[in-house]
């Protein structure tokens, strides 16, 4: 097997007194999804958020292509090809669609000594994107801010596509979703999985997990119960330990090998 | 938008009139006042000498000093935060130009660039405690105005034993930085334009034959340079779009990568630049610095920008906006002058006009969030 894309080695994370990770390892291969489970307040956003540069971790170490990783800020992250759709979105309601798509990555034409804003370009690529998840915006210019929950949801999806040339993040991106836009999210990952891109999914729903995971990993309680592979672990096992792991002997068997 | 590929016509929107479209643009409420107080003055103080060249020289530039506060006040305020230390800084400014110009005796344009660095500084500083500490803008710069202005009052005191340190005049003679803020240009044009009777001029005295306006004050040029340079930053360059990310939504903005501290300390510091273009042009004017100059500017600066469109809460403005508003501020004050009413009236008409000005703007924001 090839080596692992990144390689978080027990990540911890304290928020004053509160221990939101307690030593978290997960690797992470280029080419694969992996899923992140588990419970509400299980550390699933706090992990994801150490990679992405928002949170620097307390103890531990991330290797990203072999070589220790200390992201300074998200921007950091975003230009090591890592692009993440947080939990809340990071959409400004009162600017357009295309100025959120660019926000932090805006298309330049050089003209002279200055370098300005290319809205034209931005505004066509933001309208392309956003057709191939299946959404037909009113216009490039529209404000976030009157963009319904879902709609909002695939635009920051369709960003992060365009920018994660390397990993990209989904923490709970389908929770806003109708079966269409969910069907095309899942597509989506299957397509940039293909392309080399190491995929790292959240969710709660064990059937969008099921159908693009190669990897599934339960935390819980700021700890992990272990990464199961594909093949190695039935839908209903991964369901109860995701409700915080009642039948937990039973299920560490199938865990235990890989732990 | 005429470029964007084959897209598919909504079937779902009402087709919007251009009038609900124009509504919401920022710039509005600073058209429709510009237009009111025009025509407001055109119909009852047209003869009062306020539309002769020297008449308009006089409101142009009263405008001007607003629009120079006006553009860093907005920019800050777009970018998320206030900064009511402006109006010190003004005060602060001009006196040390003078301390450095005339008591310590440094070229004026020495005096001049080490008063901007410092300036600067104390904006940068500003920024600084702001992103660190994670206060309110407000507060911070709230314990600047009344440090700056301390400092203002207490400096000529002990050097000079006296609040006012004049002789700024002679010290800035034939000195090329002053004169970028002190001369004017395009004086040959209104000499011509006197000779061939486009503009009055002196019918009698040592000057008979000059053009009453005998050119624009580099003052104006400040202010349209910067006009021009924020309108053309904000809404056509990448840190433009940060400018909006950081007062839309600092935290949003920082996970997709905008440098937020940055553009925050930066604009605090465009903002202290701009109360210094202001002192500069002032104590070039005047010959002397005051330590009561530029007293409640900074809430003045304010007001323009929210005529001119701008959200208190930040992310959403105009450039242009806030120079229209700084322009109303300017017509109104010296055509309630020229008209003769007392000035004390001016405040009241400030007020009222903030009040429509902020009910617009929330207004318009439901408009474009969407919400009810
Ligand atoms: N900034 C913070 N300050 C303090 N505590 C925090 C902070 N962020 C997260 N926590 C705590 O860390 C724990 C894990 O939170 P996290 O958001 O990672 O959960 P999650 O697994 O993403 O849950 P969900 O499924 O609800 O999104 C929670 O108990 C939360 O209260
Ligand atoms: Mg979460």
């Known amino acids: ?259 | 938008m005429s470029d964007t590929p084959q897209v598919v016509q909504d079937e779902r929107v009402k087709r919007i009139s251009p009038f609900r479209r124009a509504l919401i643009r920022p710039e509005l409420g600073g058209i429709v006042g510009t237009v009111a107080v025009f025509v407001f003055f055109g119909l009852f103080a047209y003869d009062s000498g306020m539309f002769n060249s020297q008449g308009v020289m006089n409101w142009s530039v009263v405008s001007a000093q607003f629009m120079i506060i006006a553009v860093g006040a907005c920019l800050l305020m777009i970018a998320g935060e206030f900064d009511l230390s402006v109006g010190s800084m003004i005060g602060f400014a001009g006196m040390m130009i003078a301390i450095f110009g005339v008591t310590m005796g440094w070229p004026i344009w020495i005096a001049i660039l080490v008063t901007f660095a410092l300036c600067l500084g104390i904006g940068a500083l500003n920024g600084f405690i702001v992103v660190r500490t994670g206060l309110p803008s407000f507060i911070v710069t709230l314990a600047f105005l009344f440090i700056l202005r301390g400092f203002t009052i207490f400096l000529p005191q002990v050097i000079e034993r006296k609040t006012i340190i004049g002789g700024i005049g002679e010290a800035a003679e034939g000195d090329w930085l002053a004169a970028l803020f002190g001369g004017k240009i395009l004086g040959g044009l209104f000499r011509w334009l006197g000779e061939i009777g486009a503009i009055e001029t002196f019918s009698r005295g040592t000057r008979q034959g000059e053009p009453v306006v005998d050119g624009i004050p580099m003052l104006i040029v400040w202010a349209l340079g910067l006009v021009l340079v924020g309108q053309i930053l904000l809404t056509r360059t990448r840190f433009g779009n940060w400018i909006f990310a950081a007062g839309g939504d600092a935290e949003s903005a920082r996970n997709s990568g905008v440098p937020v501290n940055r553009v925050k300390i930066l604009m605090f510091m465009f903002s202290a630049f701009c109360a210094t273009v202001f002192a500069t042009s002032q104590v070039m004017e005047f010959g002397s610095a005051g330590a009561d100059r530029g007293l409640l500017k900074e809430f003045e600066a304010i007001i323009a920008v929210v005529i001119g469109g701008a959200l208190l809460t930040g992310g959403y403005g105009s450039v242009i906006g806030a120079a229209l508003g700084a322009l109303i501020f300017g017509v109104v004050q010296q055509g309630l002058f020229f008209a003769g009413v007392e000035s004390s009236l001016f405040r009241v008409f400030l007020g009222v006009i903030l009040l429509f000005a902020v009910i617009l703007n929330t207004y318009i924001r439901r408009i474009i969030t969407g919400e009810r």
């Open chain 1, 1 to 259: 097997m090839t080596d692992p894309l990144i390689r978080m080695k027990d990540i911890e994370k304290h928020f004053g007194s509160v221990i939101a990770l307690a030593g978290v390892s997960v690797d992470i291969h280029a080419g694969e999804c992996h899923c992140l489970l588990g419970d509400n307040g299980a550390g699933k956003s706090t992990f994801i958020k150490t990679l992405s540069g928002v949170h620097h971790p307390t103890r531990g170490e991330i290797l990203f292509g072999g070589r220790p990783m200390h992201f300074a800020d998200p921007r950091d992250a975003i230009a090591a090809g890592i692009a993440t759709v947080h939990q809340h979105l990071a959409m400004i309601p009162l600017m357009s669609v295309s100025r959120n798509f660019f926000m932090g990555n805006e298309p330049v034409k050089r003209i002279g000594p200055f370098a300005f804003f290319d809205h034209d370009r931005a505004n066509r690529i933001t309208m392309a994107e956003m057709e191939k998840m299946g959404i037909v915006l009113r216009g490039p210019d529209q404000a976030v801010g009157t963009l319904s929950g879902g709609e909002r949801q695939t635009v920051a999806i369709a960003r992060a596509v365009h920018f994660g040339a390397r990993v990209l993040i989904l923490d709970e991106p389908t929770s806003a979703l109708g079966v269409r836009q969910t069907a095309n999210v899942l597509a989506t990952i299957d397509k940039v999985r293909k392309q080399g891109v190491a995929v790292v999914f959240i969710t709660h729903n064990v059937r969008h997990a099921m159908a693009v995971g190669d990897r599934f990993t339960v935390l819980n309680r700021g700890r992990t119960y272990g990464t199961a592979a594909r093949g190695e672990i039935t839908p209903e096992e991964l369901q109860d330990m995701m409700a915080g792991g009642q039948e937990l002997a039973t299920l560490e068997s199938s865990l235990g090998s890989t732990v």
